[in-house]
C-alpha cells in the first residue's frame, strides 16, 4: 500500500495544488499549521479521499494561503464577516515594511502607526484584535504605552472587557528584557530581526487563547445578566464541567490510552506544582507564579479541563499586573479546580476498569 504524504513547507515557499497532485502529495500546509488543519489533513490521507469531478483537490490540498488563515481566524470570531485587524506601532519604515507583509500574507488586515501616544489612540478608537508594540518609539515607548492601555482596560466595565493580546517586538535580546515586558501587561516577546513563523505562531496563539475567555465571559454575562466586580472566576468554573474527555479524546486523536496516561500523570504531579504555585504567589514571586501558572495552564487546556484553565489564566493575568490581593483570592479557585480535576481523574480512571463504556463521557 503506497504510503501517504503531507508536506509541511515555510511561508513563500508555494507550489499550485496541481504541482502537488503531480508530486503524489496528499496535502500541503504553510507552517506554521494550524492543529485543525493538520488533523483534517492527516483524515483526508487516511480517508484517501479523491479529487472531485471538477479536479479539485481535497481542502487541505491546496496551499494555505492568507484567504485561509484570514477565513479560519475570523471563524473563531463572534463577528465571523470580518477579517481579522492587526495594529503595528513600529518607527522604522523598514521594520514596517517587513511586518506588515508577513501580517498581510497570513490573512490579517494591518494598519500601522509610528508612536507609542499614537497607538493608545487607536486601540481606543478603533477595535482591534492583537497589537505588535515595538519597545522602542518616540513620544511613548511601547512598555508605558502598553502599561496606559492596560490601564483604560480596567477602568472600562469594572475591567470585564476582553484583555487586547499585545506582542512586544524589540532589537534587544539582552537579559531581563521578557521579563520587563511581561511585567508591563505584554503577553508575547520578540526579537528583530522578526522571524515569520515565530510570529504567526504567537499571534495564532494568542488569538486562540483569547477567544476562549472571550466566549467564556459571555457566557458568563448571559447568566447573570450583567458584568460582576473583577475578582475570582468562581461563578464561572462552579458550573462547568472538570473536564471535556470528548475533545480531549478528539485532541488525542482517538488514542484513548494516551489520553488516559495524560491524565494520569496530571494527577500524580499536580499537587506538588500547585504547592510550588501558592508558595510564588504568596511570596509574590511574579516572574516564577507567571511562569508556574502559564504552565498549568498549558496542561490545562491540553487536557480540555477548561475550568482549570480559566481560573489559571486569570492567576497569571493577576501575576502580570502584580494585584497580589487578587491573586491570592484567585489561588483559592485554582485550588478548587485542580481538586475537582484530582478527584474526577481518579474516580474516572477506576469506572473505566469496569465501564469501559463510559469512555467518550464528558467529565462533571
Known amino acids: 500500500k503506497q504510503t501517504r504524504l503531507i508536506m509541511l513547507t515555510s511561508i513563500g515557499n508555494s507550489l499550485e495544488a496541481k504541482e502537488m497532485a503531480e508530486l503524489g502529495l496528499s496535502s500541503y500546509l504553510t507552517k506554521p499549521a494550524r492543529q485543525s488543519r493538520l488533523f483534517n489533513a492527516i483524515v483526508d490521507a487516511?480517508?484517501?479521499?479523491?479529487?472531485?469531478?471538477?479536479?479539485?483537490?481535497?481542502?487541505?490540498?491546496?496551499?494555505?494561503?492568507?484567504?485561509?488563515?484570514?477565513?479560519?481566524?475570523?471563524?473563531?470570531?463572534?463577528?465571523s464577516t470580518r477579517r481579522r485587524k492587526v495594529l503595528l506601532a513600529e518607527d522604522n519604515e523598514i521594520n514596517q515594511m517587513v511586518a506588515t507583509e508577513i501580517v498581510r500574507r497570513a490573512g490579517y488586515d494591518c494598519e500601522v502607526v509610528e508612536s507609542g501616544r499614537a497607538a493608545i489612540e487607536a486601540v481606543a478608537n478603533q477595535k482591534f484584535d492583537l497589537v505588535l508594540m515595538d519597545c522602542h518609539m518616540p513620544e511613548l515607548d511601547g512598555l508605558e504605552a502598553t502599561r496606559m492601555i492596560r490601564a483604560q482596560e480596567r477602568e472600562q466595565t469594572n475591567g470585564q472587557q476582553?484583555?487586547?493580546p499585545i506582542i512586544a517586538l524589540t532589537a534587544n535580546a539582552a537579559a531581563g528584557d521578557r521579563e520587563r515586558c511581561m511585567e508591563a501587561g505584554m503577553d508575547g516577546y520578540l526579537s528583530k530581526p522578526i522571524n515569520p513563523e515565530k510570529l504567526l505562531d504567537q499571534i495564532e496563539t494568542l488569538l486562540s487563547e483569547y477567544d476562549r475567555d472571550t466566549h467564556s465571559a459571555e457566557a458568563q454575562l448571559s447568566k447573570t445578566g450583567a458584568g460582576s466586580a473583577r475578582g475570582p472566576s468562581e461563578e464561572v468554573t462552579q458550573?462547568?464541567?472538570?473536564?471535556?474527555?470528548?475533545?480531549?479524546?478528539?485532541?488525542?486523536?482517538?488514542?484513548?490510552?494516551?489520553?488516559?496516561?495524560m491524565l494520569d500523570k496530571f494527577h500524580s504531579r499536580c499537587e506538588s506544582d500547585l504547592q510550588l504555585l501558592g508558595s510564588l504567589v504568596l511570596g509574590h514571586d511574579a516572574v516564577a507564579a507567571k511562569r508556574e501558572a502559564h504552565s498549568l495552564k498549558g496542561a490545562a487546556a491540553n487536557l480540555s479541563a477548561e475550568p482549570l484553565r480559566h481560573a489559571a489564566l486569570e492567576l497569571e493575568r493577576y501575576c502580570h499586573e502584580l494585584d497580589w490581593d487578587a491573586a491570592i483570592k484567585q489561588l483559592t479557585v485554582v485550588e478548587t479546580e485542580t481538586g475537582r480535576c484530582r478527584k474526577f481523574i481518579a474516580r474516572h480512571l477506576e469506572q473505566l476498569k469496569t465501564e469501559p463504556q463510559l469512555i467518550g463521557a464528558v467529565g462533571s
Open 46 to 79: 487516511a480517508m484517501e479521499r479523491p479529487m472531485d469531478a471538477t479536479g479539485k483537490l481535497p481542502s487541505t490540498l491546496a496551499p494555505m494561503t492568507s484567504l485561509d488563515v484570514g477565513e479560519t481566524n475570523a471563524s473563531s470570531d463572534s463577528d
Open 239 to 261: 458550573r462547568e464541567p472538570s473536564f471535556n474527555l470528548e475533545s480531549l479524546y478528539q485532541r488525542c486523536m482517538g488514542d484513548m490510552d494516551f489520553a488516559h496516561r
Open 162 to 164: 476582553r484583555r487586547l
